[in-house]
Structures are given as C-alpha cells and as structure tokens.
C-alpha cells in the first residue's frame, strides 16, 4: 500500500508537498482546475525542484483546457526536473468544466487525447487533429532533452463511469477514483477495466496502479463523528462528494445515482441550491464555491456522520488500518488524502505519524 497526498494547488505553498515527502508519503498529486486555484504545472516544478524521492504528478489534468500535444509537452517538462519520479493523472474535467458552466470532455473525445498523449509521451509519432485539420506530430530536437521521455510517464486514468473506465483500460497505466466504498471505488471498476482490457487484446501494465481519492480523520479515543474537529478536518470532501453526485444527478434524473448515505441530506440540499441567491444560469459559480478547499459554512449542516463514513476514512487507528487492508485484499494500491487547505498539515501529520507509521 502507499499513500498519497493532494492539495488544492497553491503555487507560494509548494513547501506543504516537500513537507509531505519528509513524513513519508509516496506521491503528491497536484489538481489542475483553472478557475479555482493556481497553475499546476508551475507547482510542479517548484516541488519537482524541491524534492528528491516522493513521485508527483497532476491530481488530475484537465484535457478540456489544454491541448493534448500540450499536456505531453508540460509533464515531460517536469520530467527534465525529476526524472523517473513524474506521473499524469488525467480526467474529462468534471469540476474544472463545471465551474465555468461547461460540460466534461466526451468520453470518444477523451479516448482519443488519450491516445495522442500516450503516443507523444513514447517518443512517437502520432496522428492528430486540431479543428478538423488532421497531421503528424512528434517532438522534435529529443536528442536536446528539452523535455524527458527518456523515462516512462505513466498515466492514471480519473474515472467512475463505465466509459471512462473502457478509456482507462484502453490507454491507462493505473486508475484513480472518488472513495465512496472500497467495493465501489475500487473493487467492480478495477473489474470492469480488466474486462474491458482483455475484449480489446491488451495486456494491462504490472502492477496497475489503483488510488482513491478521500481524507481521513484519526478519532481520539470516544471521539463522535459530530465533534468540530471531525467535521472541520473533512467536511469539504464531505461536500465536494455532494457536489460531485448532485451534478451527476441533474444531467442523468436518475435516482439510482444518488449515494444511499445522502439520503437524509438529498432533499435539504436540493434545496438549499434552489434556494441560493446567484441566479440560475450562473448558479454553478455559488455551487463549486470552496471546492476541495474550505467548507462553506452554510453547507455544514450537510456534514452528517452517515455522510463521512461514505466519504472518508475515519476512524481510531487501528480501524482505520483495518478499512485500508479491507481496500487492499480488493486491490486498492493508494489511499490519496485530499484535507481542507487549512488543516491539510495537522491531517497529514496525524495520519502520517498514527497510521502509516503503523501500517
């Protein structure tokens, strides 16, 4: 098992991830979301330079926002810095799209800018097509080392829905996913990705690399889950998780997305939205307001004990080590801990020093 950590990316706070990499941590995941924090890249590189064992890549790269020739060129630019130790996690953009009123990027489209990236990223040449314009590409001056291709990139694929999953198995190194429940986040996506791989004739990477996306709080001894302190240290995955579901959920009108621990909070919710003074049409703007950041303080009363366990780890530290080992025999290889900005240090540490130290 290894541990990961991420934070909403702020560029003069790269010392949080060179901090993370002292406590032990294996990889740091940097989320690119334009309209929310700073350039990931730019982060990047400030770590890169900072740090010299723990592996570190995009949590995750948006393709909506940046060409694919250009992803390949800006990771393998990180590269040059910290060779060997860079990976590209990449999504169809869900929140990063979302904040600006716009749909994720198809899955057809998706699998494609796959296919470009991991092709450019082995030092090929590949077919692609920008406006309908279709030409070969390839990295030119590689002798120069410019950029690292010299060692592998792998990529790790964000997804939850079948189709996405079908373009991980087709063209990922390695999956991440939003924790719900290790059978969930893990355990019948990473079937449907084996599946989906053996139909297509491709041999997955060993190992395939499989992370979840959560935080966890380590309970003091009688601790409840309606203490202040729990609530601070995870309400905004707790709502971020909210968010992500209620999205979902008004693009599909099906109910059977909606997690069964939301149950209590759904309807409240709904209408707390509706309720919201931003007008309709840009109502997306108030929603995503405090995203993986901070907890609005209106929404925690969405924060519920049935809400955390379904969304984080959390628990004493013996039952957190047990739900990790749970996710591992199902073939979890990462636990990536996304904490409120504010807390991240006290998050990381706690866990670092009460349960991996442990593990």
Not at 328 to 350: C, H, I, N, S, W
């Amino acid at each position: 098992m290894q541990f990961g950590v991420m934070v909403a990316t702020k560029i003069d706070d790269w010392q949080l991830l060179k901090e993370a990499e002292d406590l032990g941590y294996d990889r740091a995941w940097i989320p690119d979301s334009q309209m929310l924090w700073s350039d990931c890249y730019a982060t990047l590189a400030l770590v890169a330079h900072n740090t010299s064992r723990i592996h570190i890549g995009t949590g995750v790269s948006i393709p909506g926002v940046r060409l694919a020739p250009v992803t390949a060129h800006s990771i393998a630019s990180i590269g040059r810095i910290a060779p060997g130790r860079v990976f590209l996690g990449i999504g169809t953009g869900h929140t990063a799209m979302r904040v600006m009123g716009m749909e994720p990027m198809r899955v057809p489209d998706f699998r494609e800018y796959l296919r470009v990236v991991r092709t450019l990223l082995k030092g090929e040449e590949v077919e692609y097509t920008h406006n309908g314009v279709t030409r070969a590409v390839r990295f030119l001056h590689q002798d120069l080392e410019f950029i690292d291709l010299r060692n592998p990139i792998p990529i790790y694929v964000a997804a939850n829905g079948p189709l996405a999953l079908r373009a991980a198995a087709e063209h990922g190194d390695g999956l991440i996913s939003v924790y719900t429940d290790h059978a969930t986040c893990i355990r019948e996506p990473l079937r449907t990705v084996q599946e989906h791989a053996v139909r297509k004739g491709r041999t997955l990477p060993t190992p395939f690399h499989t992370a979840t996306v959560t935080t966890a709080v380590v309970l003091q001894p009688g601790e409840k889950l309606t203490s202040d302190r729990v609530i601070d240290e995870c309400g905004s995955q707790v709502m971020c998780a909210v968010h992500f579901f209620y999205e979902i959920y008004q693009h599909t009108k099906k109910e059977e997305v909606i997690p069964p621990a939301f149950a209590n909070i759904w309807e409240p919710y709904c209408a707390h939205v509706k309720a919201m003074k931003t007008p309709e049409e840009k109502r997306y703007l108030q929603i995503h307001n405090g995203h993986c950041t901070f907890m609005m303080p209106d929404e925690r009363r969405f924060v519920t004990p049935e809400a955390i366990r379904a969304t984080t780890i959390v628990g004493e530290p013996d039952d957190v080590i047990d739900q990790i080992r749970q996710g591992e025999r199902m073939g979890l290889r990462e636990v990536t801990l996304l904490p409120p900005r504010q807390y991240a240090r006290k998050v990381f540490r706690d866990f670092a020093t009460q349960v991996m130290k442990r593990y």
